[in-house]
């Protein structure tokens, strides 16, 4: 009888459902074949994927003769990939389920507690002991059919059985046998969900808690004729009931499936039928029931309470023997308390996991099977004539990869089916770079016994997509990319079966993908420069792979280099304002070219670059003496390369011919323009930057500086110099930066950059300087002061511990810590009455600690807790006896021996920063500042020397600027304020002062500013009013209230404010034609009014203590810093501004005081981190200018020639670079004025020579 085939498309189906399962609406169309069963339909079915085998009589008798391997051809190829077209997310899938899982079984009681007792003394119950948790019921029995129909419901399959519920322990009734609800006729897209679990075993019960006893009788009071009873005894509590043990799981159930040989691909539907599910979910123990808990006894009942006691009194005699007797009869004693109850003292248990049941698959009903087949891909080779490297899986992108000499194992329990199964890129598996090739596909057709293997027919194969560099950025590292690979198998039936081995390639395979040609160094160059001067620029391009790689190579595949100017609009400077050439070729007329296109720029075509071989460009980077400082560019090298030649045909009718040159990788050198340092004796401030400051911070800070204070700046940028060292010289210059930054402020925009060499991490400019900022350690001089703009916690720790890292100026040794207390109260007592702080040196002293060893169970004899309380002694002596200095205290653990044998112990106290020597001002917050921003006014103001800051108050009187005047009267008052608590803290003797800089420097350098003398003598309405309100702030100070503590007559601080009232009298004196004495008194009263409404504010309103305690002047200083909102809030756009000294403690940052330096005690691991730590910055800051110098360009090449052999230079020369445009940059560039021998006189353009 002929074949009757309605050509369908071939049905899809989703990846395995989980185990909750989802349910279809509607099973997918599949293809119907009537009159067949068993082998001959599915042979008929194989027919359908194979049509060049419908006829095939011989296959179909084969079939049904025997029962070994079908060998299959391949299937032809559909129009669409089969590997997209056997499962996909739209296939509808059903499941139907039969379940017969056992109960749980029930859990143990909870009695509660019990009743406590009845009446006086009475004892409470015993708790009632619990009910065991009971075992759970078995799963049932399920036992199916599987086969395929031969009636009218053609194409489906009949399910077919009976399904038992077990009998359990701890029910009465017995399972019972009952079919199936109906024959099953299901189509091939629905799943089967068998489970048979076993019951959870019952929760173990909570014993009953006994109950309480009650308390004992209270005994009778005492009366006049008797005394007091005893209280009865407390009742006992009731002792604790019995938990019991969690009750056993039950054991899973028993599942039977039976099915034909030629139908053993169903049992892929049912989903117990892998090995893993049936063990874990579909035939499980029951789990086993938790353990109960035992009650808790009763709690004892007290004593009852004794009687009282009664006493009385009698009159005895008459006349004068009359008398009074006093009489006393005791009370009762209290009566014992009961005893608690009795607790369980057996252990619990949790139950057992019931035992898993059985699975069993019955075929041809001869052969029994615990679990079905499975297939694993058991190995793989993966080639490419284009292999990248020798090493696994790592090949090129625009390849293409062969997958071949595939091996299946069936790890499975039985037998794999007579029909075969598809191999192929695993479904869904969502793939970034590999393409799989539609015109290939394998397949597997051989039955494999349990842990047999086969190969695999057929070769699979993908390319590799290559990715767009130039949507990743514009500077990258080699790009690479790691993807994994995943293959599939499904495995086919009759009637458009499908299902695929879930944990065929679970693992998969890491593909590692790479480009054959990569830079590894960076276009390398200074990311800064001066303009008039340039960079040497360097790019390499190295071949890492097995082939040639160049036009002329074997595969001739093209290898183009090239540069050009990124066109976006933050890089600004013009393309006519930049010279780059590279390797002899100039690049400028072409850095705009092709902005939109592949080419861009100036090409270099590498005509063979070998394996293994670098390519080394080396070139140029110059910019012309017209461009602003901070304007910026970015130079970008790109490297291009042809896409692979492949020897095999028109694949996917691509035209092999167009292969495209595509770009795989960029590079950028990006270069700001950076002024040239020329150091002056007539600035005022120094300005650093780095690379990474922009044009809005460069512009920002010289407005403020410049137009706003009116003081003159010379910038200089460690970008472009490498260094901050005190003895470094900058290029051309005579003087070093210690010599050049006397007397100046240096702000430092500490802004984090990345120095050209590659070894050197990235780095704030303040944490090149090799000692810190502060004059006692740095090497700069003392009337040199710094600003950090901007500086990061990393920063502002290595600024506070260059004092501990810093070489100190004396090393003293002390044979007891009695010794060194008596050396430091005569210093410090020396100091004292000399009236100021001196000796602000860097010094070491060694403590010698006899070692005592004692019992080390004692801890007075321990000697580690020994040295560790001389350690804490030390502290607690300088905390006491100097304030104004920092001290590590480092106890030290190491043993050391005298002459005559006596072991010790060293302390070592390192004397760092004093508070009276601070230098370094911290300006945390790095937002550009604005003109009108008076916080940052205060930054700057407060960190200028004070000859220069006078200077900026002279500029604020002739420019009426209100606001600078009165933020430079605040930073007056604060820095008399500082300087008077440091006397007091110091405790100096200020009537023996005789050089009063050292002690009120602020105030001395007013007296003799001659600046204000100016002023005062020609001054109008507003140099008068400035100057009488300057006078009022100084004596706010000098008459603070808690500098006059009442009857104190010889107290230092009424010493102190006798001598600052005789000096603001003398600045009186001093400025007596300029001041008015009414702008005096108002300006006083005000500021008294200010700091009374602050103090109670902060006090309450009947606050006190205002002499005694420095209220006042914190009051003051509150008023006169950036703390007061009502001044400062408008136009606070920085943050606060805080001595380096203060940053130790966060105390600065809510309180208006002097801040005590810190007494630190370390350990010695500690201490040596620290120095390690200094030691490799500094060997950063060495590389970082031994980098820039190799790199950096300067001065024409012909000029330093004739410069350093000291050749005349003629006229004839200035004439050619004035033309080259040279001369600007090279003028820019000069520290000193050049002796140049003329010959006769000449003009050149734009410049008279003889004004050189």
Partial sequence: MPNTQTPLPLPSAPPDPEWDGRVAATPAPVAVVSGQSGAVATAVAMAQIVPSLANENKLIEYATATATAIPLPPPTVPAHPPWLALEDEHTERSIEHFTIDGKAGQNGSQPGRAADGFGDGAHGHRGMDATPGLRGEDGGIIDVSVSMTNTKETGKIVVKGSVRKSSAVGYAHQGSIRPLVTTYF?????????????????????????????????????????????????????????????????????????????????????????????????????SPGSKGRHGSPGMPGPGGRGGRSYSWTTTEGSGDDRRTVSHYNPGGRSGPNGIEGRRVGHPLHTGIRGGVGNLTIHVDNTHQYSSRYDLRLSSVSIQSRQRLHDHCHIFQFTDLIQITDMICQNVGGMISPIQGSNVHFKEHAKFKHIVPNSDTMSWFSTRLAPTAIGPIQGDLSFRVKQPNIRELGFDMEPFRAKEKLYLGATQLGSYGFRRTYRKFHQDGITMDFRFPVENRTKLEGLPSICAGEGTRVKFSVTNPSLRDLGIKSQDGRRLVVQFYKNGLERYDIASRHIDLHMDGVECNSKLEDNQGGIWRGTLFEISCLKAGETKTFNGTLKLNPQVTPYSRLAIQAEILLEELKHDTNNLNGENLSARKVMPVQRRQLEVSSEPTYVPSTDTHVVLVSCATTTKEQFNAWSDLLSNRLGLNIEYYSVSIYGSLDPDFKPLNGDISLAQAFKGKLVVVLDDMFNPLDNSVSKMEPSRMLPNGSQSQTSGYDQSTFWLLSGSSDDAVKQALASHFTAPPNDIINFASLSAFKKAMKEQLEEERQAGRVSDVSICESAIRVKYQKGNRMSWTNDPQKRIERKADAIKSFLENMDPLRQYVIEPR??????????????????????????????????????????????????????????????????????????????????????????????????????????????????????????????????????????????????????????????????????????????????????ISEEDRRTEIKMLEKEVLAHLKETYGSFFTRVRSASRWRKGLLYICSYRNMAKYKDAGFCGPTVRLCEMETLEHTHKSRAIVPSKTITTEDNCRSMRQQADEQKDLASQLLNSIEDTRIGWDSEIMVKLKSNSPIIARDFEIWSKQGVLAGCLAGANRVLDIGLVGSAHCDNMDICSL
């Fill in 186 to 286: 299901v189509p091939v897209t629905t799943d089967f969900n068998l489970s048979a679990k076993g019951g959870a075993g019952g929760e173990g019960g909570v014993g009953g808690s006994g109950g309480n006893g009650k308390a004992g009788f209270k005994g009778r009071n005492a009366t006049r004729y008797s005394s007091g009873g005893n209280g009865g005894p407390g009742g006992n509590g009731g002792d604790a009931g019995a938990g019991t043990n969690g009750g056993d799981g039950a054991k899973g159930g028993d599942i039977n499936i039976r099915v034909n040989d030629q139908d053993s691909y169903y049992l892929m539907a049912f989903l117990c039928c892998d090995s893993d599910a049936a063990s874990t979910h579909a035939i499980r123990g029951g």
């Fill in 893 to 1074: 653990e190491e043993l050391f021996k005298d002459e005559d044998g006596t072991s010790y112990q060293l302390i070592v106290v390192r004397r760092g920063y004093c508070r009276t020597a601070n230098t370094t001002n911290v300006l945390q917050r790095a937002i550009p500042p604005k003109q009108d921003d008076g916080n940052a006014l205060l930054a700057v103001v407060k960190s200028l020397p004070l000859d220069t800051m006078l200077l900026v108050f002279a500029n604020a009187v002739s420019a009426e600027d209100e606001l600078l005047l009165d933020v430079t009267m605040d930073i007056f008052v604060q820095h008399l304020i500082w300087e008077v608590s440091n006397a007091l803290d110091g405790r100096l003797s200020i009537r023996n002062a005789e050089d009063l800089d050292g002690v009120f420097p602020t105030l001395q350098a007013t007296i003799r500013s001659s600046e204000l003398k100016q002023i005062a003598a020609g001054a109008g309405n507003d140099g008068s009013k400035a100057l009488s309100e300057l006078l009022a702030r100084m004596d706010c100070v000098a008459n603070s209230r808690d500098l006059n503590p009442g009857p104190m007559p010889f107290s230092q601080r009424r010493a102190v404010r006798k001598k600052l009232r005789k000096m603001v009298s003398n600045l009186e004196k001093e400025w007596a034609e300029g």
